[in-house]
C-alpha cells in the first residue's frame, strides 16, 4: 500500500526556545520550586535501590544549539532502567527499520503495568509496545551483534554515543536486579513461546538487565533526549546516533506508551513524549528544541518521579514547549488588511 510518507516530503514545525538567560532562570525557578516537595516514596523492588538519598533533586536543560543549563545534583548517576528503553528501541529502528520493529513489538499502550504479564497473554503473545518489560525484552533481542557480549557492547556503546561519554555498568544494580528478575525471565520465556523471541530468552533478558544498569546522570539524559530532538545528531559532540525518522518513530511511541500507564494524562498535562524510570529518572523530549533530564528518586503510584513530573510540567509550560499548544495568529499578530474570513 501506498502512504503518504511516499510521496510527500517531511517539513518539520518550526519555533525556538526562548533567550539562553530566560531558559536558565526557569530551569533554576523549575529546581527551587519543587526542591521541597517530599510525595511519593522511592522504590524498593530491586533490593540495593532502597538504599538513594530520597532528596537528591537534579534539573537539567539541554538545548539543541548544544547549551546546557544544570541545576542541583545533576551529576548524580543512577541506573538508567526503563529509559534505556526509549535509546535501544531507537538503535534498533535504525538496524531494523520501522515496519519490522513495528510488527516484532508493537506501538500500542496496554493500559497495563510496565511488568505485567496477563498483557501478553491478552494480545495474542505480541508484546504490544517497546516500553513495557515484553515489548523491551524483544527489542533488545533485536540488537545487532552475533553474541550476547556483542548485543550488550552495542547498546553500550550505542546508548553512550547519545549521552556524548562513556557510559559504565553499575555492578551492583546488575547483580541485585539478576537475582531478584524472575518475573522478567517468565516474561521472557513467554514470549519465547510465542515464537516473539529467537534467541536464549534468559541470555536476552541479561543484557536487558544490563542495559538498565547502565549509569546515567540528569545532564545525560537531556543530552540523550537532546539528540532524539535534534533529528538524531547529538548536539553537544555533533555525531549522528541515528536517523531524523528513527527520532520521529521514537518519539510518537514515547507520547504514546513512556509514562507507564499514565501516558495519557502526562501528555494531557505536559504535552511531551517522555520516558521515566524506576530510578527517578525522567527525560521529555521537546522536538526541535532540546530536552529535560530530571532526576529524584521519590515516585508516584504509576512510578514516575514526583519532583521530575512538576518541574518537568513547569519548565514545559514556562519554555513553552507544550507540542499542543497554539495561539491564534490573528491574535498575536492581528488580521492583515484585505483578509476576509468566511464563516
Ligand atoms: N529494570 C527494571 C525492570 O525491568 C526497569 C523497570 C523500570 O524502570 N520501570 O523491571
Known amino acids: ?61 539541554a538545548e539543541v544549539s548544544g547549551a546546557v543549563h544544570e541545576v542541583g545534583e545533576t551529576s548524580y548517576e543512577f541506573s538508567v532502567q526503563s529509559i534505556s528503553k526509549a535509546f535501544v528501541y531507537a538503535l534498533v529502528c535504525e538496524e531494523h527499520g520501522h515496519e519490522v520493529v513495528r510488527e516484532r513489538v ?16 491478552l494480545n495474542d503473545g505480541h508484546p504490544m509496545n517497546p ?5 523491551a525484552l524483544a527489542t533488545t533481542a533485536l540488537m545487532p551483534g552475533a553474541s550476547f557480549a556483542e548485543q550488550w557492547e552495542n547498546v553500550r556503546t ?10 559504565e555498568l553499575d555492578g551492583e544494580v546488575y547483580r541485585s536486579e539478576s537475582a531478584t528478575n524472575a518475573r522478567n525471565k517468565a516474561i521472557a520465556r513467554l514470549l519465547q513461546s510465542y515464537g516473539r523471541i529467537d534467541l536464549d530468552p534468559l541470555e536476552v533478558v541479561d543484557v536487558y538487565t544490563r542495559q538498565c544498569a547502565l549509569r546515567v546522570d540528569a545532564r545525560d539524559l537531556a543530552v540523550m533526549g537532546a539528540t532524539l530532538a535534534d533529528g538524531g545528531v547529538n548536539p553537544v559532540t555533533g555525531e549522528r546516533v541515528v536517523s531524523a525518522q ?9 507520547a504514546s ?22 530510578t527517578g529518572g525522567i527525560v521529555a523530549i521537546a522536538p526541535g528544541k532540546g530536552a529535560i533530564g530530571t532526576f529524584s528518586p521519590r515516585l508516584d503510584p504509576a512510578g514516575n518521579s514526583v ?3 512538576h518541574a518537568t510540567a513547569y519548565l514545559s509550560r514556562a519554555l513553552g514547549l507544550n507540542i499542543f499548544a497554539s495561539a491564534a495568529q490573528a491574535a498575536a499578530t492581528g488580521v492583515p488588511d484585505g483578509v476576509e474570513h468566511s464563516a
Not at 508493537?106 to 497473554?121: H, M, R, Y
Open 1 to 61: 500500500m501506498k502512504t503518504v510518507s511516499d510521496e510527500v516530503e517531511q517539513e518539520v514545525s518550526t519555533g525556538s526556545l526562548p533567550a539562553w538567560d530566560r531558559v536558565e532562570e526557569l530551569a533554576r525557578s523549575a529546581h527551587a520550586r519543587f526542591r521541597h516537595d517530599d510525595e511519593g516514596a522511592v522504590a524498593t523492588y530491586i533490593p540495593v535501590l532502597a538504599e538513594v538519598d530520597p532528596a537528591l533533586f537534579g534539573v537539567c536543560v
Open 106 to 121: 508493537g506501538v500500542d499502550n496496554t493500559g497495563l503495568a510496565f511488568n505485567s504479564v496477563i498483557a501478553v497473554e
Open 158 to 167: 550505542g546508548l553512550s554515543r547519545f549521552a556524548g561519554r562513556q557510559l
Open 307 to 309: 519532583r521530575g513530573r
Open 257 to 278: 506508551t513512556g509514562m507507564y500507564e499514565r501516558s495519557g494524562e502526562w501528555l494531557f498535562e505536559i504535552g511531551l513524549p517522555a520516558k521515566s524510570g524506576v
Open 246 to 254: 528513527v527520532c520521529r518513530d521514537t518519539l510518537a511511541v514515547l
Open 131 to 135: 516500553m513495557v518489560n515484553a515489548g
